[in-house]
């Protein structure tokens, strides 16, 4: 094909029609990056279209290689086992569709700056640049059952703080430390404002419950869409290809 590949990004999917928005906006941007190059978008779960429905379009094209992007900040369950088992009965439907799974975003770098640059508009608009080092950060992701990928979230928080040098707590929608907990924490550790710093793509329902812990709370914005993510996915791409490319004599 003249522009590689078909690049499918695979988000997670929601019942908050918000979160769809978000990711379609994302892809628009995606495509706008590369206009000559193929992109669709399928959701895991909650939305469509699915990510089988979608491979089966790309089959029908003709296409030989699709290279799926996972929408997702960690590599969890999602990454690790619900995205493989729907590629291989894909594959067994369309034999002569070759299909490759890029790596998730993860702690990338350009992340962090992304999550410094909400938090930054977040404290400019409550008058807060006054005492930067005063405010603690509440960095909250969504939370796994997996141990790993939870130790993971914290080190993108020790990480972030190094990057901010604001006191920085983890904690999560659906699993242990909550919201709660991270506030006490930098109370604790002499943070007398805190911010709670979202590190999701798209708001939803997770980040409501978020906010419902303590409405009083202010929030930074979710991390998409941006052109920064658009710049990534496309990074995750193109390393997925190289990895599948025979090294030359």
Do not use: K
């Not at 409550?126 to 141990?147: C, E, F, K, M, N």
């Amino acid at each position: 094909m003249p522009g590689g590949p078909t690049l499918v990004a695979v988000a997670h999917g929601s019942r908050d029609p918000r979160s769809a928005a978000t990711v379609a906006t994302l892809l628009d941007q995606v495509r706008a990056a590369r206009p000559a190059a193929s992109a669709r978008l399928a959701f895991l779960d909650l939305n469509a279209p699915s990510v089988g429905r979608v491979l089966d379009t790309v089959a029908a094209t003709g296409e030989t290689h699709a290279v799926v992007v996972p929408l997702l900040l960690g590599s969890a369950f999602h990454a690790r086992v619900d995205l493989p088992a729907l590629l291989a009965e894909a594959a067994a439907r369309h034999p002569r569709l070759r299909l490759t799974q890029a790596d998730v975003f993860g702690a990338d770098p350009r992340l962090i700056g992304l999550l410094d640059d909400r938090v930054r508009a977040a404290r400019a608009a409550h008058g807060w640049d006054d005492a930067p080092r005063q405010l603690g950060i509440a960095l909250a992701a969504v939370g796994s059952s997996t141990a790993a990928a939870n130790r993971e979230t914290a080190r993108l928080a020790r990480r972030f703080a190094a990057h901010t040098g604001s006191p920085t707590e983890v904690c999560f929608a659906t699993a242990q430390p909550s919201l709660t907990r991270a506030v006490t924490r930098l109370r604790a550790r002499g943070a007398d404002r805190v911010l709670v710093a979202p590190w999701f793509l798209a708001p939803g329902l997770l980040t409501d419950r978020l906010r419902d812990q303590d409405p009083l709370l202010p929030h930074a914005a979710v991390l998409g869409p941006d052109p920064v993510l658009a710049d990534i996915i496309w990074d995750r791409y193109d390393t997925a290809i190289a990895r599948t490319l025979p090294l030359s004599a």
